[in-house]
């Protein structure tokens, strides 16, 4: 059964919901601190642990049948989630993805796979899953959802093409994209990225 960690309100009672995907190694412990210095106290926020605090064994960059069933068992996890906000009343047009790194890798690309009208998208030191040349031949368009992508562009485990590529992928699936790569950053969230958040679930 996966812990899911909630702040906020119930989702049925909030402006939004927010789903926050932590990163390798770590648990929905370790990024809920974000949740907590929006400072919005009308967003309901959900996030869940990954098993053995990894959601897949392998980078990210890997062939994907390298990451099965593990990416998929994400994938659907997440699904789960929308799912179930959506039985308690909350338009997907309500609901937010957050995540940082692997958890960013697995938010965006939960979304390419699902393209639809969001409230937002933050994808903060990721890119989309899969080796250079996979096919990006999503279905389903995001209709101007507001798209955040923060990286710097010497992360140890981001490739700047990755993040310049998904941001062209969102591109394409018609959302309203903001990326922003901060140079000789390193792996992690900086104030300007926090800022971003804040503006856009506040919206």
């Given at each position: 059964?996966?812990?899911?960690?909630?702040?906020?309100?119930?989702?049925?009672?909030?402006?939004?919901?927010?789903?926050?995907?932590?990163?390798?190694?770590?648990?929905?412990?370790?990024?809920?601190?974000?949740?907590?210095?929006?400072?919005?106290?009308?967003?309901?926020?959900?996030?869940?642990?990954?098993?053995?605090?990894?959601?897949?064994?392998?980078?990210?960059?890997?062939?994907?049948?390298?990451?099965?069933?593990?990416l998929s068992a994400a994938l659907?996890?997440?699904?789960?989630?929308?799912?179930?906000?959506?039985?308690?009343?909350?338009?997907?047009?309500?609901?937010?993805?957050?995540?940082?790194?692997?958890?960013?890798?697995?938010?965006?690309?939960?979304?390419?796979?699902?393209?639809?009208?969001?409230?937002?998208?933050?994808?903060?030191?990721?890119?989309?899953?899969?080796?250079?040349?996979?096919?990006?031949?999503?279905?389903?368009?995001?209709?101007?959802?507001?798209?955040?992508?923060?990286?710097?562009?010497?992360?140890?485990?981001?490739?700047?093409?990755?993040?310049?590529?998904?941001?062209?992928?969102?591109?394409?699936?018609?959302?309203?994209?903001?990326?922003?790569?901060?140079?000789?950053?390193?792996?992690?969230?900086?104030?300007?990225?926090?800022?971003?958040?804040?503006?856009?679930?506040?919206?």
């Amino acid at each position: 059964m996966t812990r899911i960690v909630r702040r906020g309100p119930a989702p049925s009672e909030a402006r939004l919901a927010a789903i926050l995907v932590h990163g390798r190694g770590a648990s929905a412990d370790d990024i809920l601190p974000i949740a907590e210095e929006t400072g919005l106290d009308d967003v309901a926020f959900l996030a869940p642990d990954a098993p053995g605090r990894t959601w897949y064994p392998n980078s990210f960059l890997s062939p994907l049948q390298e990451n099965e069933p593990s990416l998929s068992a994400a994938l659907q996890l997440i699904g789960s989630i929308v799912a179930e906000l959506e039985r308690d009343g909350v338009s997907h047009e309500r609901i937010a993805f957050l995540g940082f790194s692997q958890g960013a890798c697995l938010s965006l690309e939960f979304v390419a796979r699902h393209a639809r009208r969001y409230a937002a998208v933050v994808g903060l030191s990721g890119g989309l899953i899969g080796p250079p040349g996979t096919p990006r031949d999503y279905a389903g368009f995001l209709d101007r959802t507001p798209v955040f992508l923060g990286c710097s562009d010497v992360d140890p485990h981001i490739p700047l093409e990755r993040v310049h590529e998904t941001a062209d992928v969102f591109r394409e699936l018609r959302a309203n994209v903001d990326a922003r790569i901060y140079p000789g950053m390193g792996h992690m969230v900086n104030r300007d990225e926090v800022k971003a958040v804040r503006l856009l679930l506040g919206a």
